[in-house]
């Protein structure tokens, strides 16, 4: 059956019809990361070179000094710093309180667990629009706009769901055996959660990490809402009053879009098939 | 071994800090802006009651309107364009082509990236004097199709709607992709030994079997172009004459530039039932399918 089924078909149009496909494929590559290779180029150019028509071209002399302006006089390393702090906080926080709560839902016996649970999960279906406001009346009375935590406490919040929902998933498929003797001996419960469970579910708080932080990292709405300080700005707060600046440079805007783009993408260089995990544990909700 | 698992005190540390930050700042506000949308107020002292009539201005608002438009435009955009691009290149590196891991760690490298970074890089792109996009177009000598992308009318919406597609083209790749490599291989072994095509195989099994990551796919991509501000936000801030304006940039401008509260918190309102509506809608199509 198989043979007359590979004979009917000839292997000349096959061959063309694989190159077809492998010219469609690298195309679609190309437009997809060109851009990016474009804006690294433009990113190493002077003005006037930009400006001469010759746009899309390899530059002609490497120009770092435009990442050193975009750094120093530009504020990005502020930004920058600002980033890494709120979004390291957040992650930190999504972790320890999203674990602590998935593990007693999941692993514990009380009445309303799977209330709660179900109260947590709706929480993926609301947009962040519909806390902007009543957030920021609030942050205002209490004096938060402006100050680190206007973004931190907002952020643990919102990944709060994704959080309890991946790493819940993952705490029901530990063996019961392990709790049973880690308690017999003679662990709390404290113990067994945090010295025998936790270590268990390391890929499930690799995945929540990685959630975690690129939608910290990207954020837009709540930043540029709640902080208008230059002081306390992130990264995609800070571009925008960068471009405004900089309006005709695009040597120093383009290097301060590399600074804030290229951390992301290292991450995913480095771990790319985690990446591509989360993002698909988090999409499969159920 | 119960006693320990049902420890009160333990249950308590473990849940509540999360319960009192999750309910205080993802559901509570959900309330309080249904609230602040019965009233008239500009933020300061206290608001008037006035029932509806916020919503009555806003479906009489051609500007409103205007911009709910423009984002189911951008839902058919994604559901016409970018979900057929997405499910041809999944299906292609799911049938184990040469390079697949490669191709698909490309396709998805712009997901990743900050939209903010992604509307700025599109901005230079159409630039009018010196993008890629019209150096393009002059060195293939198509000269005569540059213009300003963004500045007009007639191409400005169209110009916003391309950069999304091409950001997340790669997302919806990657979960077909999973959905496609995780139908059992004998029942393509079973489809080639009763000589279907590639082709058909693909219409005849795989889409088929593929449909709980299509609805995710179809359903994101309706919520997402719903909610989309950061794009627009950046890219033409909702202008040339509010031409490329979305819900979610009319509610920022409405409470943050004009100030007026209660219309504002109107239309956040609106665009969480728009959400909720279309998931339900959605899930019942693919449910009698």
């Not at chain 1, 290292?266 to 159920?286: C, D, E, P, R, T």
């Not at chain 2, 029932?51 to 919503?55: C, R, S, T």
């Given at each position: 059956m198989l043979s007359t089924a590979e004979a009917r078909l000839p292997k000349r149009p096959q061959f063309i019809g694989k190159i077809l496909l492998q010219v469609f494929l690298i195309i679609m590559a190309i437009v997809q990361i060109y851009p990016l290779i474009w804006l690294a180029f433009f990113s190493l150019k002077d003005n006037s070179e930009i400006f001469s028509g010759d746009v899309a071209s390899f530059p002609k002399k490497l120009l770092w000094s435009n990442y050193a302006k975009a750094l120093s006089d530009g504020n990005v390393m502020n930004y920058f710093n600002n980033s890494v702090l709120v979004t390291v906080a957040s992650i930190l926080l999504v972790l320890i309180l999203s674990s602590m709560t998935a593990y007693a839902i999941t692993r514990m016996n009380w009445k309303l667990s799977n209330t709660t649970m179900t109260l947590i999960l709706l929480g993926m279906m609301v947009p962040i629009?519909?806390?902007l406001l009543p957030l920021f009346m609030v942050l205002k009375n209490l004096h938060l706009l402006n100050t680190y935590w206007s973004l931190i406490i907002p952020y643990v919040a919102f990944g709060i769901p994704m959080a309890v929902f991946i790493l819940g998933s993952f705490f029901k498929g530990v063996p019961r055996e392990m709790e049973e003797s880690a308690v017999m001996d003679g662990c709390g419960v404290y113990r067994t959660f945090f010295s025998i469970i936790l270590p268990l579910i390391r890929p499930a708080i690799a995945t929540v990490a990685i959630f975690t932080f690129l939608s910290c990292w990207n954020e837009l709405m709540f930043a540029v809402t709640f902080i208008n300080d230059t002081h306390f700005q992130t990264l995609t707060v800070g571009m925008m009053s960068m471009v405004g600046t900089y309006i005709t440079q695009w040597g120093i805007i383009g290097a301060g879009l590399m600074i804030t783009t290229v951390p992301t993408v290292?991450?995913?260089?480095?771990?790319?098939?985690?990446?591509?995990?989360?993002?698909?544990?988090?999409?499969?909700?159920? | 071994m119960n006693s320990v698992f049902s420890n009160k005190t333990a249950i308590a540390i473990f849940?509540?800090?999360t319960l009192l930050i999750f309910c205080g700042i993802v559901l509570v506000p959900i309330f309080v802006s249904s609230y602040y949308s019965v009233l008239d107020w500009n933020g300061v002292g206290k608001g008037a009651f006035i029932?509806?009539?916020?919503?009555v201005e806003m479906f009489k608002d051609p500007r409103a309107l205007h911009s709910i438009r423009n984002s189911f435009l951008f839902a058919a955009a994604s559901i016409f364009i970018q979900l057929p691009l997405s499910l041809l290149l999944a299906l292609i590196l799911a049938s184990s082509v040469k390079g697949e891991g490669f191709y698909r760690t490309v396709y998805f490298i712009p997901v990743l990236i900050s939209t903010v970074v992604i509307a700025q890089l599109w901005s230079k792109i159409y630039n009018a004097d010196y993008g890629l996009l019209n150096t393009l177009l002059e060195n293939i000598g198509l000269s005569e199709l540059a213009q300003d992308w963004l500045g007009q009318k007639k191409t400005a919406l169209a110009a916003s709607f391309i950069p999304t597609l091409w950001q997340y083209v790669g997302y919806h790749m990657l979960l077909m992709y999973a959905g496609a490599k995780s139908i059992s291989q004998d029942i393509f072994e079973a489809a080639k030994i009763d000589g279907a095509s590639r082709i058909r195989t693909a219409f005849a099994i795989t889409i088929p079997l593929m449909k709980p990551i299509l609805k995710v796919c179809l359903v994101f991509s309706v919520i997402g172009a719903f909610k989309v501000f950061d794009l627009v936000y950046v890219l033409t801030g909702g202008g040339p004459l509010f031409a490329t304006e979305v819900p979610s940039t009319l509610m920022y401008t409405t409470i943050f530039n004009t100030y007026r509260y209660g219309y504002g918190s109107a239309i956040s309102v609106f665009i969480i039932l728009e959400c909720l509506v279309f998931t339900v809608i959605i899930n019942k199509f693919f449910k009698t399918e």
């Open positions: 629009h519909a806390a290292l991450i995913y260089l480095l771990l790319n098939k985690q990446v591509q995990k989360s993002m698909i544990a988090g999409a499969v909700k159920g | 849940v509540l800090p029932g509806l009539d916020n919503y």
